[in-house]
């Protein structure tokens, strides 16, 4: 018994010695930019911040903004430039800024010491003959929200597409969980995408005079690819193995996205 115990203490004792020894390696710190450039004109902000890699990451929960950068979308002869807002701590854009179906847009940041970051992605087309119905119910916890739609397809080519739902009221709005999230036009009946979703809400979360409104986008192949790699994501599953997300961003890491929306209002 006396023999087991050393041969356990020795064990630990050189398993301290070689984690101690373990040098860890420096993992270069990159900027990462996070952009979603739609027609809705909804929104006017960006986000671009420090990585955190794992091995050296800060202790901070939050991720550090990368200020004095130069930031500008061109394309179709139009120029966007982005201004740091130090209120929402982001880089902002004036609105409207009109993005033409099937023109290549560009992004292009320009850090303090010249180095450039870079992307580059077409404005999909309009989505069109989009046609809804659904039924919205409130019981004694939550309203639930069935939604069915039909839209045409282009039938020359793959399209990617997003759906998102949102709550809004005076007091904030929230971005509602479906899972019928990202889906591309493989489903296509003659002509004709359909597809339909259910989606739970605490409307008393918000307060009084809810209101719901389902957006549906046409999206780059990039952001596509991206959205699905979140989705399978599962940082709590012991057994997942970490995979790097996709991303479109040249000398960084990230996504450059442009969406062309449809925006129904729920009543």
Not at 205 to 233: C, P, Q, R
Request: glycine residues 6%; aromatic residues 12%.
């Amino acid at each position: 018994m006396n023999n087991y115990l050393l041969i356990i203490s020795l064990v630990l004792a050189g398993c301290q010695t070689v984690l101690t020894d373990v040098e860890v390696p420096e993992i270069e710190t990159k900027i990462v930019f996070f952009g979603n450039y739609t027609n809705l004109k909804l929104t006017n902000d960006v986000s671009v911040t420090y990585s955190k890699p794992i091995l050296n990451s800060s202790s901070s929960a939050g991720f550090e903004t990368v200020k004095g950068l130069t930031i500008k979308v061109t394309g179709n002869g139009t120029e966007l430039n982005h201004v740091y807002d130090p209120l929402i701590d982001a880089y902002t854009y004036p609105l409207p800024m009109d993005f033409i179906p099937g023109k290549d847009y560009k992004l292009l940041i320009t850090n303090s010491d010249g180095t450039e970051i870079t992307a580059q992605e077409q404005m999909p087309a309009a989505i069109s003959n989009f046609t809804h119905t659904y039924k919205l119910q409130t019981n004694e916890f939550e309203d639930i929200l069935e939604f069915e739609f039909e839209m045409d397809d282009n039938e020359n080519d793959t399209n990617y597409y997003r759906i998102e739902v949102f709550a809004t009221s005076e007091k904030d709005t929230l971005n509602l969980y479906t899972d019928f999230n990202y889906f591309d036009d493989r489903r296509a009946e003659n002509g004709k995408i359909k597809g339909k979703f259910t989606t739970y809400f605490w409307s008393e979360a918000l307060g009084e005079n809810t209101e719901y409104y389902v957006v549906v986008s046409h999206i780059n192949n990039s952001h596509y690819i991206f959205g699905k790699a979140l989705e399978d994501y599962n940082p709590d599953n012991p057994f997942s193995e970490p995979v790097p997300l996709p991303n479109n961003i040249k000398g960084g890491i990230g996504l450059f996205s442009l969406s062309n929306s449809h925006m129904v209002k729920l009543k």
